[in-house]
């Protein structure tokens, strides 16, 4: 597939996804919350050039013009970072709602109790999936074999235009950036915080290798929370529900905020 080809088609595609996005986040509830406000990165692996956006979502606590003032000491926040998925199609929009469920409020309660030990020493304390892959030494074929219970979540030619691009250039799939799921002992102790947490799919290709992954990681002495979501397949949290809601999607944003919470008390 050409690069022109490539992306008219991610551009189509991502349109399309858009509008279902609108359709899920301001048709349903709760309603998402604003970003507070918007910084542009440059990207750095891309032989093309161009930007990133970052959104940043602050609680009450946060204050934009102290954390600006030269003369002013900088108050330091915790940072919770968002990776959204998705490959060609998405942006870190889509994931608003979750952002508007109790989080900022737990992370005000814990600042004002004096939680947070591990802000100062700007460490990664702990480790939110869900639904993540981790081995793409796996083709798409057998990621599908892996489960008796897949749930088709998504037709091929989209699979196809993800793939091609994001590895049309061949990088190493061993790579623990794209596969930590076959990266040594000792880099998953050093890189991976002590507590996780992991919510998977039953219908999910990518079940198998991530559970696979959980068990590991407990062999390595991690506490890894998390549980399956039954009778749903990949991107199942991201359909839009207009006014019916997603008693499922709520239970699992929920609990990776109460684990966040725990995890956080902890630190």
């Known amino acids: 597939m050409s690069q022109l080809s490539l992306r008219l088609k991610a551009m189509f595609f991502r349109a399309v996804q858009s509008i279902f996005t609108m359709l899920d986040l301001y048709l349903s509830h709760p309603l998402p919350q ?7 990165i440059r990207s750095t692996v891309s032989v093309v050039p161009g930007t990133i956006d970052l959104l940043f979502y602050t609680p009450p606590s946060y204050n934009k013009k102290l954390s600006q003032t030269p003369s002013q000491p900088t108050k ?4 919770l970072i968002n990776f959204h998925g998705g490959f060609t199609l998405g942006h870190a929009g889509d994931d608003a709602r979750v952002i ?3 989080l900022h409020e737990e992370i005000d309660r814990l600042r004002q ?3 947070f030990k591990g802000l100062e020493k700007g460490r990664l304390v702990n480790l939110v999936s869900v639904y993540g892959g981790v081995d793409w ?3 798409r074929v057998e990621r599908d074999a892996s489960n008796p219970n897949l749930i088709p979540a998504s037709p091929h030619f989209l699979l196809r235009l993800s793939d091609d691009g994001y590895l049309s250039t061949k990088p190493d799939l061993r790579s623990p950036l794209l596969s930590p799921g076959v990266a040594s002992d000792k880099l998953l102790q050093d890189a991976l915080p002590k507590t996780l947490v992991m919510i998977n799919c039953s219908g999910d290709q990518l079940l198998a290798e991530s559970e696979k992954f959980r068990k590991r990681l407990i062999g390595l002495g991690k506490d890894v929370m998390g549980y399956i979501v039954e009778g749903e397949g990949h991107g199942w949290d991201k359909k839009p529900t207009y006014f019916k809601g997603d008693e499922k999607r709520d239970d699992a944003y929920k609990y990776a905020v109460e684990a966040l919470q725990i995890m956080w008390e902890e630190t």
Do not use: D, M, N, V
């Open 113 to 115: 109790e004096g939680g």
């Open 137 to 139: 030494t796996q083709t």
């Open 76 to 79: 330091k926040h915790p940072l």
């Open 34 to 40: 604003k970003a507070s406000f918007t910084r542009s």
């Open 100 to 102: 508007s469920i109790r």
